[in-house]
């Protein structure tokens, strides 16, 4: 009997979203989309790229500014229910696949396969060194902020350090035009391999704040890891360049669009049942997609729609939940900036070491270190992780998230100033070609000198 009416339950309509809560959904859409927007535009007239101002918009609206001098007009234009703020949550999850995803198609494997090395060894000590920084300055902290356990603490604030944020090296990348440059194709691959690294550690450190560390556990994970990335290499690669082919003969772009949206949700669900993170997936799928050349004009549309509208509110809806006014304890204040130091001076001195024993030149070195050193939402998702499992108080979650919105400003100028020292090459120029055909009437790879804001 409890049985049946266990069933009944489950198989009863779910009530519709309510009349208010779908106005206060689109109305909460079209404000952060319409500033971000303008707060983009406008950081491209003084000479940064749109990121800087599309972060600004979520921090601007939340608790950082607006929710703390006016709470009343915070609860009227912004959703206050839990799940209202999921609904926006989930729009910014899709975004941020979709994003990752597309960054994944400007991917050049062969550029990689040539310069293999020089990736690894970037990410490598790019990895190394910052988590050694960070974990020394764990065990360094006052004990009020370490926590029961300063062990994990120091872990996991390494874990936050040597981590790299693709999907805001990708915007960044975009909005400066610089996706076709070799140093960019070298940001991105040594980035997912700090992200697939980070991922893994996270993992670990949260099973030593939960279970402890075990062999077993961590075993799994990298047994998972290296799974899929032989079935990506393998099996999935054929079967991506197949299906992309098949959808290319359509000659509307609908069906390649759509097709390309579907693989890259399957990379992220599948990544995200087996433990790993969802952009992991999708930029894999993204990557696999560049081995059907016949789809990449098709594509336009879908790339057009991502960096123009969803990017914008994924990195709007980020900021909505960082809260800077903790900083205002002096304690506080002076960890943050201390922690700010040795997260722009970890990752920037592994990337440089890693490019100079290359045999990359200096400029090429610094442009690396500030690309790596964007740490964007990838560590707000890892700060966020942290509370969950009280591993951060509110107070080192506040100062994880600044390191998070600083190091992501500082990379579009620092790109700029180390970029413009950097030459140009004839395989770069051929690149650029290449992903200009991809592209709509949007720009959004288009040569320097064409809109503003551009780097080089």
């Known amino acids: 009997m409890g049985g049946s009416a266990h069933w009944k339950d489950l198989s009863a309509p779910v009530a519709p979203l309510s009349s208010h809560a779908v106005l206060i959904f689109l109305g909460s859409l079209l404000l952060l989309l319409a500033l971000a927007r303008l707060l983009g535009s406008l950081a491209q007239r003084v000479g940064l790229p749109a990121i800087a101002g599309e972060l600004a918009t979520g921090v601007l609206l939340g608790p950082s500014l607006l929710g703390h001098l006016a709470p009343g007009l915070s609860a009227t234009v912004l959703p206050g229910p839990a799940e209202q703020m999921h609904l926006l949550d989930a729009f ?13 198609t400007h991917l050049d494997l062969r550029m990689l396969r040539t310069r293999a090395r020089t990736a690894v060894l970037v990410s490598l000590f790019g990895l190394l060194i910052p988590l050694g920084l960070g974990v020394g300055l764990g065990l360094l902290l006052p004990a009020s902020m370490a926590g029961p356990d300063r062990g994990v603490f120091a872990l996991f604030l390494g874990v936050a350090m040597c981590v790299t944020a693709i999907p805001v090296i990708a915007k960044t990348l975009s ?9 960019g194709q070298l940001t991105l691959g040594a980035g997912m391999i700090d992200d697939a690294v980070g991922w893994l550690l996270l993992s670990v450190v949260s099973a030593a704040a939960t279970t402890g560390i075990t062999g077993r556990g961590v075993g799994l994970s990298v047994a998972l890891l290296a799974g899929f990335a032989l079935f990506a290499a393998t099996a999935g690669r054929v079967l991506v360049r197949r299906v992309m082919e098949r959808a290319a003969r359509n000659p509307e772009p609908g069906t390649a669009v759509a097709t390309a949206v579907v693989l890259v949700l399957a990379g992220g669900t599948l990544t995200h049942l087996l433990g790993m993170e969802p952009v992991l997936g999708a930029f894999a799928v993204g990557i696999l997609i560049t081995g059907a050349p016949a789809a990449q004009p098709k594509l336009a549309p879908l790339r057009t729609v991502v960096l123009s509208v969803l990017a914008p509110l994924f990195l709007a809806t980020a900021g909505l939940r960082m809260d800077l006014t903790a900083l205002a304890h002096p304690t506080t204040a002076l960890a943050a900036f201390v922690l700010l130091a040795v997260a722009v001076l970890g990752k920037f001195a592994g990337a440089y070491l890693g490019a100079r024993l290359s045999g990359l030149s200096r400029w090429e070195g610094l442009a690396l270190g500030a690309g790596m050193n964007s740490r964007g939402v990838v560590e707000v998702i890892i700060a966020m992780a942290g509370l969950r499992l009280g591993v951060l108080g509110t107070a080192e979650y506040t100062m994880v998230v600044l390191v998070a919105v600083f190091t992501s400003l500082m990379a579009p100028p620092l790109l700029r100033l180390t970029m413009g020292r950097v030459a140009r090459t004839e395989e770069e120029h051929l690149r650029l070609l290449d992903h200009q055909s991809w592209q709509s009437a949007d720009g959004a790879d288009r040569p320097a000198g064409h809109r503003s804001g551009d780097s080089t």
């Open 175 to 183: 909005d400066m035009r610089l996706l076709h440059r070799t140093i």
């Open 92 to 104: 910014g999850q899709v975004a941020v696949l979709l994003l990752v995803g597309v960054t994944g």
